[in-house]
């Protein structure tokens, strides 16, 4: 024998007096069925919404931003190659251009930048920036996010001077492509744009060094402390203007 026990408002149940069970009925369990259902679909669009808007967006290519006009006024993240010489870190906001890594010629779809945040001290020529911005129809992104990815390249110290023999003999060097050794000095690294990108050393601490001129990617390993093996000749001012930055083997 069964009796139908109403539960509060919104369910009914039938009891079977015989097991002792109370079991809901078909009505009952397809509202909740149907309950469940919307409050899934709405966790779902919370997810994606601040997915769209937050620091998960999509991380696209610069053909792609540029390809499809739904883009256009979207927060979007993109990654590509900074092109040398669209920069300058004097200005405010910093505007550049970013180029797909496959464009190596630079012929291609190219994004402006306008960057408001801290400049990363690896920012430069041929580094991989991805900023995170609203884009707009003219083809630039108001980023206020950025981070940049230099691979770091390793290279034998062999044939390269200390910092104290190329030092040593500086007036005849100048204008002549060497390579040079030496530890990046602690406190010394500086964003891309100034005179100096930062200093070498003998070794930690030693009273001999170099001031380094760079306008590339620091690659990601090159800190302080780190040894660095560099490409490039002294300039006028006694600074070694540098086209290549390896880690020592």
Do not use: H
């Amino acid at each position: 024998m069964e009796r139908v026990i109403p539960l509060g408002s919104t369910c009914v149940c039938q009891f079977d007096e015989e097991s002792g069970e109370a079991r809901m009925n078909k009505r009952a369990r397809n509202r909740l069925i149907g309950i469940t259902a919307i409050v899934l679909i709405a966790i779902a669009a919370i997810f994606a919404t601040v997915g769209m808007r937050g620091g998960s967006a999509y991380n696209m290519t610069v053909k792609e931003a540029t390809s499809d006009q739904s883009n256009v006024g979207k927060r979007i993240k993109v990654g590509g190659v900074v092109v040398a010489g669209s920069w300058d870190k004097k200005s405010n906001p910093m505007t550049f251009k970013i180029r797909d890594e496959d464009d190596e010629n630079s012929t291609g779809k190219q994004l402006t930048i306008v960057y408001s945040g801290a400049v990363p001290s690896t920012f430069g020529d041929g580094v991989t920036a991805i900023v995170t911005g609203e884009l707009d129809g003219s083809g630039t992104i108001k980023a206020g996010e950025m981070i940049t990815k230099c691979p770091s390249k390793y290279e034998s110290a062999t044939g390269a001077y200390s910092v104290t023999d190329l030092k040593k003999k500086s007036d005849a060097m100048k204008g002549i492509p060497v390579k040079v050794q030496g530890v990046i000095k602690a406190g010394s690294i500086n964003p891309p744009g100034g005179a100096v990108r930062f200093i070498i050393q003998n070794a930690k601490g030693s009273a001999d060094e170099l001031n380094i001129a760079f306008d590339g990617g620091m690659p990601d390993e090159a800190k302080e402390g780190t040894t660095v093996i560099l490409t490039g000749k002294l300039n006028d001012a006694g600074a070694f203007e540098t086209t290549n930055i390896s880690l020592a083997k």
